[in-house]
């Protein structure tokens, strides 16, 4: 299994990113997918998720109406669109699985909110 993320970077207050999170080794299709921040001196927190078949995401209070996950299953990618970022946005992004019993993470891409 393997996870790679891609997309972080440095933005304004206001502004939006879209991170990609490229999954193999599995069969993607198959799985719920999410995405976890961990912002500085705090404990990696579910963002959002989405069901195998895309049909139903959740999301955290924070992210809500905001934040929008979405996969392409040809393409074995999951993806964070970011609008109207918030400092406190500034984390970590996590791309995330479990499968079979296991917890899989990617290597994490920073995303920065700052003026």
């Known amino acids: 299994v393997h996870l790679v993320e891609s997309g972080g970077g440095l933005v304004q207050p206001g502004g939006s990113l879209r991170l990609s999170c490229a999954a193999s080794?599995?069969?993607?299709?198959?799985?719920?997918m999410s995405w976890y921040g961990q912002a500085p001196g705090k404990e990696r927190e579910l963002v959002a998720s989405?069901?195998?078949?895309?049909?139903?995401?959740n999301y955290a209070d924070s992210v809500k109406g905001r934040f929008t996950i979405s996969r392409d299953n040809a393409k074995n990618t999951v993806y964070l669109q970011m609008n109207s970022l918030k400092p406190e946005d500034t984390a970590v992004y996590y791309c995330?699985?479990?499968?079979?019993?296991?917890?899989?993470w990617g290597q994490g891409t920073q995303v920065t909110v700052s003026s």
């Open positions: 995330y699985a479990r499968i079979l019993g296991r917890k899989y």
């Open positions: 080794g599995f069969a993607f299709s198959s799985y719920t």
């Open positions: 989405i069901s195998n078949g895309g049909g139903t995401t």
